[in-house]
């Protein structure tokens, strides 16, 4: 089945500066790739999301390049403020199949 | 709120009881997905609906785990004769079918078992 792996699992940055996440998948077949943000005590909230025939997707500060060869996606947010601070998860899915989530990474913005 | 909706949002119980939880997809949400989150960790994948038919059951879900959805609208996840193991957020996901991949999250029942 597939594995999902994400590092780091926690990152500190300064306001304003960029936070990069990367995660890699196991099975070749995954065709689906999210990211979602969760806040302290609330739901996964979809953020970006990026299909394998796409290699970047961008959506203002965020986006989401993905390297199918090497079987990993990254998400970029760039000038990071207070309230990006949160976990984040990646996760991968074939069409008819489950989703895999990473463990997460828990971004903190320093003001 | 048009969103997926959950119930109870906090559930305590002693161990050896029976507890169900329902969710409430988003209306025209065909699949239903049942997640479950611990601590620090990401969901974890339990089982997910088509419409009324139950299509997957991750093989990590016990026996005592049973999950419905007869009308294809909301669905229920009943577990029984809890065990402190189980105490997590339990999480339910719905999106639009085989298309659209998105799955929209509720809020989730937060169980702890004493």
């Known amino acids: 089945g597939e594995n999902v792996e994400q590092h780091p699992s926690t990152l500190s940055v300064q306001e304003g500066d960029s936070a990069v996440i990367k995660c890699t998948y196991s099975?070749?077949?995954?065709?689906?790739f999210p990211w979602y943000k969760q806040e302290l005590g609330k739901r996964p909230q979809l953020i970006i999301d990026?299909?394998?025939?796409?290699g970047e997707k961008k959506d203002q500060r965020i986006a989401v390049t993905l390297n199918k060869t090497a079987k990993h996606f990254s998400l970029h947010i760039t000038e990071t403020q207070p309230e990006d601070s949160a976990v984040y998860f990646c996760?991968?899915?074939?069409?008819?199949?489950?989703?895999?989530f990473g463990a997460g990474t828990r971004l903190t913005v320093k003001p | 709120d048009t969103g997926v909706s959950q119930n109870p949002r906090h559930k305590i119980t002693k161990r050896g009881q029976n507890v169900t939880f329902r969710c409430d997809p988003i209306?025209?949400?065909?699949?239903l997905y049942w997640y479950r989150q611990t601590l620090g960790q990401g969901p974890e994948f339990l089982t997910y609906?088509?419409?009324?038919?139950?299509?997957?059951k991750s093989r990590l879900l016990s026996d005592r785990f049973s999950a419905e959805r007869p009308k294809g609208s909301f669905s229920t996840l009943e577990i029984q004769r809890t065990e402190q193991g189980d105490s997590a957020m339990y999480l339910c996901?719905?999106?639009?079918?085989?298309?659209?991949?998105?799955?929209?999250f509720g809020p989730g029942t937060r169980l702890t078992v004493l």
């Open positions: 996901a719905s999106s639009l079918g085989r298309v659209t991949l998105e799955q929209f």
């Open positions: 099975d070749s077949a995954s065709n689906y």
């Open positions: 990026i299909r394998s025939n796409v």
């Open positions: 996760a991968a899915k074939q069409n008819n199949n489950d989703m895999r």
């Open positions: 209306s025209e949400h065909n699949r």
């Open positions: 609906f088509q419409n009324e038919a139950q299509l997957e």
